[in-house]
């Protein structure tokens, strides 16, 4: 890894960890710079999810408030995240690496049409949230069922995992984005450590442990920013940066 490598990775990291506190897919800008870099697209993955666990707790903790009062929704979430993201930590463990190179465009895609059509997820949840009350027993069910699939998804590949959270959430929560936006990066992180403690455990050789390093520097302090200045941002501008990197990641794959 060259010095300029190096700073580049360490950059993308601030941005992942700002991203992900605000607006979640903070990876398709960490993924797609290891992969431009010449990272194997698994030990891409491994490291990053590595990285940016750091990025998640100060996240995390910058948006503490928002978590009062969630306790009794989240203490279903939070099992069904950490069981989902076994599983897909597991699926990525043991698939061939064949089969995730070839995957991996398509999740990649997915990600960045979530990313573009993230206003209208917020739109909805926002009216969602607004003309419903109350959480029943079917629609609690349902809103673990989906956490939990989600799980799977980010223990596989954690690209965009925050905003198909707040997808599920805002279509079944009577609560405001920022409140949604509190649980999402609580239950991201989750599925970021068990992700990280699995590759850690069965794959230590496969992660590139400076790469994971440089992304956990940056997005420690990524995630302080985008807690505290992060609403102040535009989130078009977000946006199209996610997508043009993650643009250049997919045609780095591709090739």
Known sequence: MTPLEAIAILVAGIGAGAINAVVGSGTLITFPTLVAFGFPPVTATMSNAVGLVAGGVSGTWG???????????????????????????????????????LIVPVLLVLALVLVVLQPRIQAWAKERGSHEAGLSRPRLLLLTAGTFA????????????????????????????????GAKNLLS???????????????????????????????LLGGVLGARYGRRLSPAALRVTI??????GLGRLLA
Request: glycine share 12%; charged share 10%.
């Open 63 to 101: 948006y503490r408030r928002e978590l009062a009062g969630q306790g009794s929704r989240l203490r279903w979430q939070i099992p069904a995240s950490l069981c989902g993201a076994i599983l897909g930590a597991w699926l990525l463990l043991h698939l061939p690496e064949s089969v995730f190179e």
């Open 150 to 181: 989600v799980g799977v998804y980010g223990g596989y590949f954690t690209a965009a995992q925050g905003i198909l959270l707040m997808g599920v959430m805002g279509a079944i929560l009577p609560e405001s984005l920022q409140r949604m936006n």
């Open 189 to 219: 992180l989750l599925v970021n450590i068990v992700a990280a403690l699995a590759y850690t455990l069965v794959a230590f050789d496969r992660i590139s442990w400076a790469a994971a390093g440089l992304i956990a520097v940056g997005s």
């Open 243 to 248: 997508v043009v990197v993650g643009l250049i």
